[in-house]
């Protein structure tokens, strides 16, 4: 939860609803051992492809937690916390690597006209549980200056297409102000190394484009402009 910067695990039941009462309630202030007047926002939570550990973005904190999941109780322990690179870094979601249990990264929203949008690469040890930050590369076009731009302006969302070759993260706009941020998908391309190479910077044909997904022939990139 946001606000509270609250984990909850609720039970999936046979008919595929969802238990009233969360079976797991973690306080992610506690796993990164600051105080409840810290600005920690637990903004999103991803699971590794094979469900042992959970990812939480800190917006506010700019970081990623790592969790042991347990599949059977739903329970949550904490492993390690990593930076998003830098404190205008605030982290929103993660993707893992579909083939390569090694790569995870991580799509920042930047801070009020001194970061607008960046996308972290990290190095993951299941055994240990803990992620080891790379690289840090700007989502934005050439030549957009986050100076001066509104708070909501950055990175939204991120996907991964399915056979692990390639990353796309959208950037908000200023709500249609041309001179303010760019409403765009930029593409990458993963190299071996795990490292990230600009290919495209294509714009969303709408104003703040909010999440986006692969559809399931890998064929369309679906983006929701908000």
């Known amino acids: 939860m946001f606000s509270t910067s609250t984990i909850a695990v609720f039970a999936i039941r046979d008919d595929l609803s969802l238990a009233p009462e969360p079976v797991e309630l973690a306080q992610l202030r506690d ?21 042992r550990h959970a990812f939480v973005s800190d917006l506010g904190q700019a970081c990623v937690a790592v969790y042991r999941f347990d599949t059977s109780s739903g329970a949550l322990t904490p492993l390690s916390v990593v930076s998003s690179g830098a404190d205008t870094a605030r982290a929103r979601h ?63 969302a991120i ?45 969303t044909l709408g104003a703040c484009p909010r999440d986006m997904t692969i559809d399931p022939s890998g064929s369309l990139l679906l983006v929701a402009n908000q």
């Open 31 to 51: 796993a990164l051992g600051v105080g409840p007047e810290a600005d920690s926002n637990a903004h999103s939570v991803v699971l590794s492809n094979d469900n």
């Open 159 to 203: 996907c991964i297409s399915a056979d692990g070759r390639f990353l796309y993260c959208s950037n908000r706009g200023a709500k249609g102000v041309a001179s303010a941020g760019s409403d765009s998908v930029a593409a990458f391309e993963i190299e071996d190394s795990g490292s990230l190479t600009p290919l495209a910077f294509t714009p």
């Open 94 to 156: 993660v993707v893992c690597h579909p083939t390569d249990e090694s790569l995870v990264f991580g799509l920042n929203q930047g801070t009020r006209g001194l970061d607008a949008g960046s996308v972290s690469t990290y190095r993951f040890d299941p055994a240990s549980g803990r992620l080891r930050l790379t690289e840090r590369v700007s989502t934005l076009p050439p030549g957009d200056d986050p100076a001066g731009q509104p708070d909501w302006v950055g990175g939204s």
